[in-house]
């Protein structure tokens, strides 16, 4: 399972929206969030207080009641972001996703634009299951680490995306290793080939590509093509000689009268 992100660091890249309308206190009793028109100072207030108490579904809650009384307020941008980081540091992820992309949708131009970008990524990259489950919000969490590089490639998010997509791609690989070898132990080879080639041309800087070598070495070997398996351990000796992986191939080669140089 990848590494979490570390919330204490979301929380200190959101500081700078957590910033009380002046002059309005705040109340105890406004967590109620069923309709009740207020101004936009009460709510907004009533949401933070709830976000400082480490109520978060409150929070958001009334963070899109801001939104939903107050529409066309300056607070009310402000509280759809705010809605969609309430909802992420409660674990409802499809929520904030929702939320933050309705904020792009509505303000693409916002200098707030990359942060909502960046808490959709991190949504679903909080969900990453292990490499024996489906991995579409793996896939998800990929697609949004890429946008967000692209789109800000100078932001102050794009450096820690850059370092997640590495961690991704070593997942995703992980996951084609695992089916890979899942083929293997069937003994059908030429679907594990499949596998174990994807890993070589797409994740070929992750920690999997040794291994994917050696299988590829293994599996040709089985499927009777020699000269495919001997290629497979040349690559491997050139990039990894010193690796268990190449001593692997180097002995089943040699067991076959075959050089893997």
Not at 10 to 19: F, G, P, Q, R, Y
Not at 209 to 232: C, D, F, H, I, K
């Amino acid at each position: 399972m990848l590494r979490k992100v570390s919330r204490p660091i979301a929380l200190m890249i959101a500081a700078a929206t957590l910033v009380p309308l002046a002059g309005c206190a705040t109340s105890k009793n406004k967590g109620d969030t069923k309709y009740v028109a207020r101004d936009v100072d009460t709510l907004y207030n009533a949401a933070k207080e709830r976000l400082d108490r480490h109520q978060y579904k409150l929070a958001a809650a009334l963070f899109d009641e801001v939104e939903r009384q107050h529409p066309y307020s300056v607070w009310a941008r402000r509280a759809q972001l705010m809605s969609a980081f309430s909802y992420y540091l409660a674990r409802q992820y499809t929520e904030s996703i929702a939320s933050a992309q309705r904020f792009i949708s509505i303000h693409p131009g916002n200098r707030d634009a990359p942060y909502a970008l960046y808490l959709i990524a991190i949504d679903y990259y909080e969900q990453i299951q292990d490499v024996t489950r489906d991995q579409k919000l793996t896939q998800n969490a990929l697609d949004a680490l890429n946008e967000l590089i692209r789109r800000y490639p100078d932001s102050r998010y794009a450096a820690d995306a850059r370092v997640k997509v590495d961690l991704v791609n070593d997942h995703l690989a992980g996951k084609e290793m695992e089916i890979g070898r899942f083929y293997q132990r069937r003994g059908d080879w030429l679907a594990s080939v499949v596998r174990f080639r994807t890993v070589v041309d797409k994740y070929d800087t992750t920690s999997h590509t040794p291994e994917a070598l050696m299988r590829l070495t293994e599996s040709y070997l089985e499927l009777g093509v020699p000269q495919e398996a001997e290629r497979a351990a040349a690559v491997l000796g050139a990039n990894y000689p010193g690796s268990k992986w190449y001593q692997h191939s180097y002995e089943l080669l040699r067991k076959k009268g075959i050089s893997a140089s």
